[in-house]
Nanobody, 114 residues
Framework: VQLQASGGGLVQPGGSLRLSCVTS????????MYWYRQAPGKQREWVASINSGGSTNYGSSVKGRFTISRDNAENSIDLQMNSLKPEDTAIYYCNYIRGGSSYWGQGTLVTVSS
């Protein structure tokens, strides 16, 4: 089972990026999908989640700026990131848990800098 994240890059403060994550597994069999991030020298941090019914939750540091969405037909989730700040700089990972196992993508680097 593979997770492929993409869409990272360099953006100026206040800018936007859209991350995508595609899974080789049929997403109709996955309940909740997650985005995490890990900044240099810091622990991995939960960013956002979306369940099979479309309900979303966000970390306090990104709420109101980031939007997670899900497309079961395309086996993908997106993360729309607006009003980016330097402290959003991190490697972003998608994740899901199924059958007691946790599956991670390889991550995509987001750098927010002028």
């Amino acid at each position: 089972v593979q997770l492929q994240a993409s869409g990272g890059g360099l953006v100026q403060p206040g800018g936007s990026l859209r991350l995508s994550c595609v899974t080789s597994r049929n997403m109709f069999s996955i309940n909740t999908m997650y985005w995490y991030r890990q900044a240099p020298g810091k622990q991995r941090e939960w960013v956002a989640s979306i369940n099979s019914g479309g309900s979303t939750n966000y970390g306090s540091s990104v709420k109101g700026r980031f939007t997670i969405s899900r497309d079961n037909a395309e086996n993908s989730i997106d993360l729309q990131m607006n009003s980016l700040k330097p402290e959003d700089t991190a490697i972003y990972y998608c994740n899901y848990i199924r059958g007691g196992s946790s599956y991670w993508g390889q991550g995509t680097l987001v750098t927010v800098s002028s």
